[in-house]
């Protein structure tokens, strides 16, 4: 009996589900009310459809085992938990859980409750300092903000309402993932994060290089929060090491892009898997890899190469896997023959960390020559 996934939404976070789906074995059946989502390659099915009622999600997802979110839309998130309690039908989601993670100012409020180690907020904080609106996602809105005169262009009036203002904390970055239920969680592999000027992730690595005490620290901090959250299903924690230790930025209980496929191919363990277990019971899975170290990567091709952030592949087309691409093990990439302007998400594998970086190394060599005269 084959095993089917519903992806709700084919943006960043159903390009992750699909790949995921895809290495576990299972088919997949993506919906979207875009005509041709970045996902929308992957899946096996996709429907061109937005959902806005009950029947249209018993039409797409009817013969699927369980059902994904992968957006982050408000009424679309009500309406699939209310649909998913009428029918029975098996949704990977934890309400309560998302909309604490989804505002920034409900989590602040549990991280102080769960005495979890953050960056100091405004007024307390010295500049520079960040501004986060409280109901983004992501890097999206972050601001930096250096001195009064940046202060007082964001807030005219000194009104800070709707908005996470905090000290800025330098340093690099860290994810991990938890998944289980409540009296049962797990962290994971941890990944480290390279940052875009705009705060954007664009570059994702492992093994992350954590000292075995920061690991230890982040590994409890991480599953105090998934228990003080009552977390069912899997939640992302991004964290900063800075020169007062570590600081804990964002979470996020849903699941995330990038990390996943770096933690498959860094460990083995399929995220996706471990989240869906915790809502139904799985079939056997394909095979896992055998660990490697991976870089993760994002490259736009439009005359010259540029390394963005990921917000270049929720703005691709459908993407294909394509299999040594440039020297790189994979990429999900919108690159068709004749097409000038593209993006490619990279994935790149070796036995170890000096092995991946000498082969990075080589495939930006052979992406710099397209942009050669």
Not at 113 to 142: F, H, L, Q
Not at 329 to 335: E, K, Q, S, V
Request: proline fraction near 8%; charged fraction near 25%; hydrophobic fraction near 40%.
């Amino acid at each position: 009996m084959s095993f089917r996934l519903g992806i709700l939404g084919g943006g960043l976070q159903g390009i992750e589900a699909a790949y995921l789906a895809r290495q576990a074995g299972w088919a997949t059946t993506m919906a979207d009310g875009r005509s041709a989502p970045p996902g929308s390659g992957l899946a096996d099915e996709f429907i061109h459809r937005r959902v806005s009622g009950s029947s249209d999600l018993d039409a797409v997802f009817k013969n699927c085992d369980i059902i994904l979110p992968a957006c982050e839309d408000r009424a679309t998130l009500d309406l699939l938990a209310d649909w998913s309690a009428r029918t029975g039908q098996p949704v990977a989601f934890d309400p309560a859980a998302y909309h604490i993670s989804s505002d920034k100012s409900l989590s602040r409020d549990l991280f102080i409750r769960s005495d979890t180690p953050i960056p100091r907020p405004w007024p307390e904080a010295a500049y520079p300092m960040i501004a986060k609106p409280a109901n983004s996602s992501g890097s999206r809105g972050v601001r930096l903000l250096n001195d009064d005169a940046d202060f007082k262009g964001l807030f005219p009036d000194g009104n800070v309402n709707g908005w996470i203002v905090e000290e800025y904390c330098p340093g690099p970055s860290f994810s991990l993932e938890v998944t289980g239920r409540p009296g049962a969680h797990h962290s994971w592999l941890t990944t480290a994060l390279e940052m875009d000027e705009v705060y954007d992730c664009r570059q994702v690595h492992a093994p992350a290089g954590l000292s075995d005490e920061h690991e230890a620290e982040f590994r409890r901090i991480s599953l105090n929060i998934a228990r003080h959250l009552e977390l069912t299903g899997l939640m992302d924690v991004e964290i900063i090491i800075a020169p007062q230790g570590i600081r804990v930025l964002e979470i996020d209980a849903r699941l995330p892009s990038q990390t996943p496929i770096v933690v498959y191919w860094a460990s083995g363990e399929n995220l996706l898997a471990r989240m869906l277990e915790n809502f139904i019971t799985l079939p056997p899975s394909a095979p896992p890899p055998i660990p490697r170290a991976v870089i993760l990567e994002h490259v736009h091709v439009k005359g010259s190469i540029i390394w963005p952030g990921e917000h270049i592949m929720a703005e691709a087309g459908p993407l294909s896997l394509e299999e040594n691409f440039f020297g790189a093990d994979w990429a999900l990439t919108d690159r068709r023959p004749g097409r000038d302007d593209w993006a490619a998400t990279l994935i790149i594998t070796a036995a170890d960390k000096p092995s991946v970086l000498a082969k990075r190394r080589e495939i930006v060599s052979r992406l710099n020559s397209l942009g050669e005269p």
